[in-house]
């Protein structure tokens, strides 16, 4: 299948590199404007190429990036020479609002009130009229509405680390930065857990080698929303067969895991300080729960499968 992709220009984007990544696993033949995100640099082409491909070509992926200091965003100028409005899928990976960045005080007012955190402008309306498939990582019950199809991160190749190891700390949480969510409760209760004799993964800054090999000697990994519901820790989580303590998301989760069989959710503080008191006096558990949560993210969540799950959306002709 020959897809042209319109990428963000150099600056890495998670869903990005999960959509390229899972073209190439899907062996489509690819013709690029742009490098970046795991595009390879036979597969990129002149602006005038690409329209040229455009003509033949089966799909157009048009790919959301954030457009900040150096970095333009993809090429969306070009659809206006394309003009092939029937065949274009838009991967729009934003948060808080459609462009990526939130609106004043959006941040601090979403501590209080978690439904902030979808913000206006959230529908990108010159893609929703370019576009024939609309897929959205932050796709909220009532963007069903419009026809947007929800599209998470997923487990990309980095993820995984290539090596066995032995579970040696209780529990993992490190997170970038701790504005959101439950970031700041959660981290707090870990730091509490250390002090009282726990072995505990805390902080940030690791290189990523370091990160994977602490994260999978962990039995239990901690995520929580970012400036999204969904964030890349999840995947991380899962990829290196530890046990994820989930923020439960608010956004639409196709294929989702089920609390207590490969996943443990939590919503409030309370109830995570709760259930990771009580996996923690059951390894056991924790085991079987990892194990399963490892196998149903290599059935439903890797790279290779969220581009499946493109192709399947899109052949069902949601939108036209």
């Known amino acids: 299948m020959k897809i042209v992709v319109i990428p963000p220009k150099d600056k890495l984007d998670y ?3 999960t959509i390229v990544e899972g073209l190439y696993k899907n062996r489509m033949d690819i013709y690029s404007s742009d490098l970046g995100n795991g595009i390879r640099k ?29 970095f333009p965003g993809p090429k969306y100028h070009l ?14 990976g934003s948060e808080w609002t459609s462009t990526g960045h939130p609106i004043p005080n959006q941040v601090r007012d979403a501590k209080q009130n978690p439904l902030l955190r979808r913000g206006e402008p959230w529908i990108d309306e010159f893609m929703f009229e370019n576009s024939n498939w609309y897929f959205k990582r932050e796709c909220y019950k009532k963007d069903l509405d419009r026809g947007i ?30 504005n959101d969510g439950l970031r700041l409760e959660t981290y707090n209760f870990c730091r509490q857990l250390q002090n009282e004799g726990y072995n505990v ?32 820790r999840l995947w991380e989580i899962l990829s290196n067969e ?44 924790i085991e079987r729960i990892s194990n ?24 069902e002709n949601i939108r036209n």
């Not at 082409?45 to 990036?65: A, L, N, R």
């Open 149 to 178: 199809i929800p599209l998470l991160f997923g487990a990309v190749d980095r993820n995984f680390l290539k090596k066995k190891v032995e579970k040696k700390y209780d529990l993992f949480c490190s997170y970038g930065q701790m």
């Open 15 to 17: 869903l990005a590199e």
């Open 201 to 232: 993964v805390l902080g940030s800054g690791m290189g990523y080698e370091e990160f994977k090999e602490k994260l999978k000697s962990s039995w239990i990994g901690v995520d929580a929303w970012g400036g999204g519901d969904c964030c890349a």
């Open 79 to 92: 659809l206006a020479q394309i003009k092939q409005k029937d065949k274009v899928v838009f991967i729009d």
């Open 242 to 285: 530890t046990m994820a303590v989930c923020q439960k998301y608010q956004i639409e989760f196709p294929n989702d895991f089920t609390d207590g069989e490969n996943i443990v959710y939590y919503s409030t503080i309370n109830e995570f300080e709760y259930k990771v008191r009580n996996y923690l006096n059951n390894r056991e558990e």
């Open 42 to 70: 036979d597969d990129v082409y002149s602006d005038e190429e690409i329209v040229e491909h455009s003509k033949d070509c089966d799909f157009i992926f048009v790919i959301w990036g954030k457009i900040k200091g150096g």
């Open 292 to 315: 399963n949560g490892y196998r149903h993210l290599l059935g439903y969540h890797t790279a290779e499968a969220r581009v499946k799950y493109i192709m399947d959306k899109i052949n």
